[in-house]
């Protein structure tokens, strides 16, 4: 059976030269766009000598590999044979100076090259490229050295603009993170892992529902997963991760309202559901595996202080398994879900000072959010906090009203990445990692830390750290959401409700079952806010009275 890619494929020069080694002619030949054809007559290439070296930086975190194309001269390349380069891919220039890490994919390799030819390598993510002539005898030249950018072709129809350059540059940043996480299948990065973990997917599903709208890509994921783990396994090995794709579908459906879709979920929920329940006993206590689930690596093994955040998840997704089943016109397995989730909720709730654990307490309706963002959300809010479950910690103190101090987060940790030249959001950030921190841009420099080299927890310390984990790129769900204001009741059914908390101008799109929603927003002098709206005209659409609203109206 053959198999059609539908991702599409561009060709990228380098931007610049970051570094060089050894006596390198014509080096900057290589940042002009060629034919990408080998040719007799071509104006010479660059010519690597033995054991010369190379640093490219092709300007942005890209997924795919490189295309070599090579030359000859008559003096310095008359064998017709075989050469010989080290590639070394990298996410920083770190990591690509350095001994960048195998498992996943291939990111360190010697690989042969043909004269007058091209030479494709690479499936990986990667923004920087180290090419070693590893010949004890022979020059190379080389006429071009492409980066192949593979991904697919996906409209951006969600989008989000204010006054505030740095909030609109973390939603797209965060858009284009999960873009490149978008391949054959949903993964939790590009560089290294490259699956389909269920965990990561519900804040990468909620970016994609937002940016680009129903895809097959979100749907063949959830599948994938669904189809590999037969019961009464947990998806990936995790029992959280299973509670997370019935939140996922929850709010996939609530998106797009898919209900036949939605259907093809009803066996395999029903079963699920029996095995959560039994992770329940009477007065509600929960059995549940932590120590083999994740919520938040910056408390990475310590299990008593995340198990309240697991017992949290459950509430969660027996929450989202009731309105599944509302939908699915399933009475008693609706009933079952309400009885698990009034016996959580009377039960002995596990405290923790973790944000990301109070943080879910709240969503799931155990604690006030009020007091949590009071006591503990808005204390230090910097401190311990990681990629994945800083969208729930946002999305938490939202449900408080907290709209500023958390764009003030985001400001400062979001843009904590791109203030170290991120372009692409990573698995792991700690603030204190800025602390007397080098740019990943640049080479190491003495009496700075590599950040990239010297950082990381649980199984990504150092270089194996991914800089593009879709998992982080929650913000821009969050800012469309809360700062825009739009909250789906039903894929038909929508809240719009702006909280500008400082901005001055606001302007937005947001993909609907029904057509695209269309919104600017105004602060006026008086304080009060105007919406100027365009919406399909099925869509419900309720916004509170203390807006002045106009539609397809100009401002």
């Not at 080389?142 to 505030?164: M, N, P, Q, W």
């Not at 509670?243 to 797009?256: P, S, T």
């Not at 879900?337 to 944000?355: M, P, T, Y």
Request: proline content about 3%; some cysteine.
């Amino acid at each position: 059976m053959m198999i059609q890619d539908k991702r599409i494929r561009s060709y990228l020069s380098p931007l610049r030269i970051v570094w060089s080694n050894g006596n390198i002619r014509n080096a900057e030949s290589l940042l002009s766009p060629g034919s990408g054809q080998a040719t007799i007559w071509s104006s010479p290439g660059t010519f690597l000598p033995p054991g010369a070296s190379i640093l490219l930086d092709y300007g942005k975190e890209l997924h795919g590999g490189i295309q070599l194309i090579s030359g000859r001269s008559a003096t310095e390349f008359v064998d017709e044979c075989i050469l010989h380069l080290r590639v070394r891919f990298g996410e920083s220039v770190s990591e690509a100076m350095g001994e960048p890490d195998n498992q996943h994919a291939v990111h360190d390799s010697v690989i042969s090259v043909p004269p007058m030819g091209s030479v494709e390598f690479g499936s990986t993510g990667f923004r920087f490229v180290r090419i070693d002539n590893v010949e004890k005898e022979k020059t190379l030249e080389i006429r071009e050295l492409r980066a192949v950018f593979l991904r697919h072709d996906l409209e951006y129809k969600g989008s989000f603009e204010s006054d505030d350059p740095l909030l609109n540059r973390i939603w797209h940043t965060g858009a284009y993170t999960v873009h490149l996480c978008m391949q054959d299948y949903l993964w939790d990065g590009i560089k290294r892992d490259r699956l389909v973990w269920m965990g990561d997917m519900h804040p990468e599903l909620m970016v994609a529902a937002t940016v680009f709208g129903k895809t097959e890509i979100v749907e063949r994921s959830l599948d994938l997963v669904r189809n590999e783990t037969v019961l009464p396994r947990f998806m990936n090995g995790m029992s959280s991760y299973s509670l997370c794709w019935i939140i996922a579908h929850d709010a996939w459906f609530r998106f797009f309202g898919d209900i036949g879709y939605l259907k093809q979920q009803h066996s395999y929920l029903k079963g699920l559901l029996e095995n959560l329940l039994k992770l329940l006993n009477d007065e509600g206590a929960e059995n549940i595996d932590a120590k083999g689930s994740i919520i938040d690596w910056a408390y990475f093994g310590e299990t008593n202080e995340l198990r309240g955040g697991f017992q949290a998840l459950l509430c969660m997704a027996l929450e989202s398994a009731s309105r599944i089943f509302t939908a699915l016109e399933d009475a008693n397995s609706f009933r079952a879900c309400r009885k698990g989730v009034e016996l959580i909720r009377k039960s002995r709730i596990c405290s923790s000072k973790a944000k990301s654990v109070n943080a879910l307490q709240v969503l799931a309706g155990i604690k006030d959010s009020y007091s949590v963002n009071t006591e503990n959300l808005s204390v230090r809010p910097l401190e311990r906090l990681s990629t994945f479950p800083g969208y729930y910690i946002l999305n938490a103190r939202a449900a408080a009203g907290d709209y500023q101090a958390s764009l003030e987060l985001i400001r400062k940790y979001w843009g904590g990445m791109l203030e170290l030249g991120a372009t692409s959001f990573w698995e792991h950030f700690d603030i204190s990692w800025l602390e007397n921190a080098g740019r990943i841009d640049e080479l190491a420099v003495p009496g700075r830390t590599d950040v990239h080299k010297s950082y990381g927890t649980g199984c990504f310390k150092g270089l194996r750290n991914s800089f593009c984990h879709g998992w982080a790129a929650g913000p821009t769900a969050w800012l469309s959401e809360h700062i825009l204001g739009v909250n789906f009741l039903a894929s038909d059914k929508i809240v719009l409700s702006p909280h500008l908390s400082g901005l001055k101008t606001l302007c937005g799109t947001v993909p609907t079952a029904l057509g695209m929603l269309k919104i600017e927003c105004l602060e006026r002098k008086d304080g009060k806010i105007f919406i100027h709206y365009e919406a399909p005209e099925k869509l419900k659409l309720s916004i509170p009275e203390h807006f002045m609203t106009s539609l397809k109206e100009s401002l």
